[in-house]
């Protein structure tokens, strides 16, 4: 079966999944930790080399207060409970998204991770935080056009893979599976640059619910996919 190199998933549905209890959204934020963490192991297993979620975008902050208060508190949690586990297990963490006027604290803690951890191989987590494909390509644009000016790029220059480079997923390869939960099926700004070839894979489960089958599924339904890239197959085999 093929693995994809890299998985990336749009984590939504906490809300829901808290409101069917009759519980605060904040108890299907808490929830859906627990099923990130347990998600991470389980991409760890399969082999799955880059793993990428969808944290806070750059539209989440339309939310009330108290929700972006409660989601910044569990990222806070989250890297200060699990950093340690994640280095021990050769883990190294990647944030993408705008760090520019988030909070010196979290700022501090998405450094720290990625300090700790960038020495480590088994396994690439990135976490897109204040994360938006269009706020994305437009700090990217303005990296090349100050590049340009300043006279260290020429404009003929810039093709697909030099734009790539100023974007925040500079190295990282493309996803080649992007999941999303809850049933939405939208892409809501999540890496509209790099997913333009991705299999896509929507399912109905809120995030919280999302255990190892599930991600076991999503694998399989993408191992029987025929993956073209614009091209014809013959054969099986991309011509
Ligand atoms: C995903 O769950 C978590 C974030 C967007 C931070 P939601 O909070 O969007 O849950 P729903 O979509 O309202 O159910
Ligand atoms: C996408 O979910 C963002 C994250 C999962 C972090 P949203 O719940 O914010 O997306 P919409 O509003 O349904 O498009
Ligand atoms: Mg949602």
Same mark, same amino acid.
């Given at each position: ?15 829901? $999944? ?31 080399? $880059? ?32 950093? !340690? ?42 976490? !897109? ?30 093709? %697909?893979?030099? =734009? ?10 493309? %996803? ?13 700004? =999540? ?15 809120? $995030? %919280? ?19 073209? =890239? ?10």
């Amino acid at each position: 079966m093929t693995t994809p190199e890299h998985v990336a998933i749009i984590m939504d549905g906490n809300g829901r $999944w808290a409101k069917a209890r009759g519980l605060p959204r904040l108890a299907g934020h808490r929830a859906g930790v627990e099923a990130l963490r347990k998600t991470v192991s389980a991409a760890g297993e399969m082999g799955i080399p $880059w793993l990428t979620v969808y944290a806070f975008s750059s539209e989440n902050w339309s939310r009330p207060k108290s929700e972006v208060n409660d989601l910044m508190g569990l990222l806070k949690l989250f890297i200060r409970r699990d950093l !340690a586990e994640l280095h021990k297990n050769g883990v190294r963490v990647r944030v993408i998204g705008e760090r520019e006027g988030l909070a010196p604290d979290i700022r501090g803690l998405l450094d720290e991770a990625e300090s700790l951890t960038a020495g480590n191989k088994n396994m690439n987590l990135v976490i !897109a935080f204040n994360y938006g494909g269009r706020d994305e390509i437009v700090r990217a644009a303005r990296r090349i056009a100050d590049a340009v000016v300043r006279g260290d790029l020429k404009s003929e220059a810039v093709s %697909p893979e030099v =734009f790539a480079d100023y974007l925040d997923t500079a190295g990282i390869p493309d %996803p080649d599976l992007v999941i999303r939960t809850s049933g939405e099926v939208r892409m809501s700004n =999540f890496l509209p640059w790099q997913a333009a070839y991705s299999e896509l894979v929507f399912m109905p489960c809120y $995030w %919280p619910d999302f255990t190892r089958d599930h991600l076991a599924d999503a694998l399989g339904q993408y191992a029987v996919r025929e993956r073209r =890239f614009g091209g014809v197959l013959e054969r099986g085999i991309a011509l």
